[in-house]
T-cell receptor, first 112, second 120 residues
């Protein structure tokens, strides 16, 4: 059974800091990994998708890396802003099946 | 990008009643839709996978007779919570994807905005 864990569970940083969110998964036989953002009481916004053959993806101030063999992914946020405050979820799709396995989430607060 | 809507966004009902939640793909055909449940401060847990025109596949521990899923068309799936109880209060989110002929999904699933269910 695929288990996805995110560390830390909560993070509070001052505006402008660079930060790293961590995601680990137990079964390395994944099809892809995706990072999402969830605002309170809202649905999910897709941030970055990394195919299993890729090592990283970048979008603006966000950079996600994937080390499939070790079962780890990181989301790097540069020059954090108060608008980045949200819960960040990572999720993997296994090689077999099409459903997401979600991590436990990291609640990020960026202090102005 | 593709848009998935859910209706209603919020519903409050009395214990024992049934509630239907709709998930629609607005600008693409969704051969597969997924239903997730999220309890407060917890992550999303997959409840069931719904394929158009066939019976849904439920995850272990999810009662299929309590959570009725119908995927009658390529743009609509419904989740009906039957005889709802307070412990069913949760945030329900659907996602939709277009499964390729290879059997894999397209690269991205598109998530709905969620439905907040409160059972009194």
């Amino acid at each position: 059974k695929q288990e996805v864990t995110q560390i830390p569970a909560a993070l509070s940083v001052p505006e402008g800091e660079n930060l790293v969110l961590n995601c680990s998964f137990t079964d390395s036989a994944i099809y892809n990994l995706q990072w999402f953002r969830q605002d309170p009481g809202k649905g999910l916004t897709s941030l970055l998708l990394i195919q299993s053959s890729q090592r990283e993806q970048t979008s603006g101030r966000l950079n996600a890396s994937l080390d499939k063999s070790s079962g780890r992914s990181t989301l790097y946020i540069a020059a954090s802003q108060p608008g980045d405050s949200a819960t960040y979820l990572c999720a993997v799709i296994k090689n077999t099946g099409n459903q997401f396995y979600f991590g436990t989430g990291t609640s990020l607060t960026v202090i102005p | 990008g593709a848009v998935v809507s859910q209706h209603p966004s919020r519903v409050i009902c009395k214990s024992g009643t049934s509630v239907k939640i709709e998930c629609r793909s607005l600008d693409f055909q969704a051969t597969t839709m997924f239903w997730y449940r999220q309890f407060p401060k917890q992550s999303l847990m997959l409840m069931a996978t719904s394929n158009e025109g066939s019976k849904a596949t439920y995850e272990q521990g999810v009662e299929k007779d309590k959570f009725l899923i119908n995927h009658a068309s390529l743009t609509l799936s419904t989740l009906t919570v039957t005889s709802a109880h307070p412990e069913d209060s949760s945030f329900y989110i659907c996602s939709a994807s277009n499964v390729l002929t290879s059997g894999r999904t397209t690269d991205t699933q598109y998530f709905g905005p969620g439905t907040r269910l409160t059972v009194l």
